[in-house]
């Protein structure tokens, strides 16, 4: 057996006493720290207090606190909750401090930082959707984002003027808006100021309708709007010029709202004329026109009329309250026997009744929040999903159904509207807007929703 020497058993027993300082150090909370910097890889033990603290006062800590935090909010993921909705009068302003109970949590822990919405400018009465976005102040927890909507309702004190403006009828091509004179005319019964839309300076276009913005100088009035055709250019020499539009005003502030539906004179599903000489037709509707033909159909039955008798417009966009009013004319128009179906249809209005009653028989679906938005734009596929309802309702056979893979759009599709969709284009009720798009939630214009009734109407409405 090899013997050791003593010096080597005192090299030994050193070694161990040092190992045993260094684990003391350890655990009294001074430990040594091994220098981060190229001067000092050798290996060096830094045991001077003064050292120690300047090894230190590199933020190792605060570096690995902040990976360990990224790391963590990859996996845990910072969390925001905040009212899905913020409910405003018309006239009043909002901003993110209406959602008062807003709260950020990570890994269970409310942290601070500021919040924001992307847009606090909104004025029209409807329904919007907006961004809320909170930033934390610790830039390591990074933002985190949800949807809101904002529902500016009117005013319950906001009155609407009435009456029409004045304009000087343009007779000549070149002239702009200000050689119009637009007045305030018959609109009242308070004071106010009145103006185009568009800049003074547009040149007037034949046969194209400018809105017009009254505003009333009295806070408990809300400002009134409405188009007028300064320049009236005759079709093919069948029609007079019209001076105006329709004397029905869009509700209170929306300029969404559509005067077309707001006849007092709708009446139910007629016998198609005999002749042409009982269509009159609408200047603004030509005879080559694509669409000719369903504006005729639909008008002679008096399920869509005209903005006035001689104007149809039919580019102008659809609403959801259009449609209802629409199909309430198709059924005759039974009184509803509820009333606030929806906290946006109020009383009074033409299309509350038309509303109401759709919501009754399941053709009416809302939009959220109990509201349905009858001034809202109606898409191709809230259209289709609408007649589908109706069909259904009044046992119609709705069994056909063609597969939609042509189509390359089919992912924008919503799943409510796909058995509709089908039922549709299988009928040729709908086609899409290319043979390979349908663009399902693209609006849906007057000329096109005079096509689809006609469509639907001689296949089923016999």
């Not at 603290?53 to 790391?71: F, H, I, K, W």
């Not at 002239?175 to 040149?203: K, R, S, Y």
Request: proline letters at 5%; hydrophobic letters at 40%.
């Amino acid at each position: 057996m090899q013997v050791m020497s003593k010096n080597g058993t005192n090299r030994w027993a050193l070694s161990i006493v040092l190992i045993v300082m260094v684990v003391a150090m350890l655990l009294s909370g001074q430990c040594a720290v091994f220098a981060a910097d190229d001067s000092l890889q050798d290996g060096t033990v830094l045991t001077d207090a003064n050292t120690n603290e300047q090894a230190n006062s590199v933020d190792m800590t605060e570096l690995a606190d902040n990976s360990a935090a990224a790391q963590a909010n990859d996996e845990k993921g910072l969390i925001i909750s905040a009212p899905q909705s913020i409910y405003i009068q018309f006239g009043d302003s909002y901003s993110v401090d209406d959602l008062a109970d807003k709260k950020a949590t990570f890994d269970g822990e409310e942290i601070s930082g500021t919040w924001q919405l992307s847009d606090e400018t909104l004025t029209e009465i409807g329904q919007y959707q907006v961004i809320l976005t909170f930033t934390a102040d610790n830039s390591k927890y990074g933002k985190a984002e949800q949807f809101v909507k904002v529902n500016i309702l009117p005013g319950a004190a906001k009155k609407l003027p009435s009456g029409e403006p004045s304009f000087t009828p343009i007779t000549e091509a070149g002239l702009t808006l200000a050689d119009a004179n637009l007045t305030i005319g018959t609109i009242g019964p308070i004071d106010g100021d009145i103006a185009f839309d568009d800049p003074a300076e547009t040149v007037v276009e034949p046969n194209i309708v400018y809105r017009w913005t009254f505003t009333p100088k009295d806070d408990n009035y809300a400002p009134l709007r409405g188009e007028i055709m300064p320049f009236v250019q005759a079709v093919e020499e069948t029609t007079q010029p019209v001076e105006e539009t329709t004397t029905e005003q869009p509700v209170e502030e929306n300029t969404e709202a559509q005067p077309v539906e707001q006849s007092t004179e709708d009446q139910p599903l007629t016998e198609t004329p005999s002749s042409d000489e009982e269509y009159q037709g609408y200047f603004d509707v030509k005879t080559d026109a694509w669409y000719y033909n369903a504006v005729k159909y639909v008008a002679q039955r008096k399920i869509m009329q005209g903005v006035s008798d001689e104007m149809f417009l039919p580019d102008y966009d659809t609403t959801r309250g259009m449609l209802m009013a629409i199909l309430h004319r198709l059924s005759g128009q039974p009184a509803p026997t509820k009333q606030d179906i929806f906290s946006d249809v109020w009383d009074g209005f033409w299309y509350t009744d038309p509303v109401n009653w759709g919501a009754e028989q399941g053709i009416a679906n809302g939009v959220g929040d109990d509201m349905f938005m009858p001034n809202g734009e109606l898409t191709r596929e809230q259209l289709v999903a609408a007649l589908y309802r109706y069909a259904l309702l009044n046992d119609y056979d709705v069994s056909a159904e063609q597969e939609l893979t042509v189509y390359d759009d089919l992912d924008a599709l919503s799943d409510w509207a796909t058995q509709p969709m089908r039922w549709a284009v299988s009928n040729k009720i709908i086609t899409g807007t290319s043979e390979t798009t349908l663009a399902p939630r693209a609006g849906a214009t007057r000329a096109q929703m005079a096509t689809i009734l006609q469509r639907f109407m001689e296949k089923y409405v016999k």
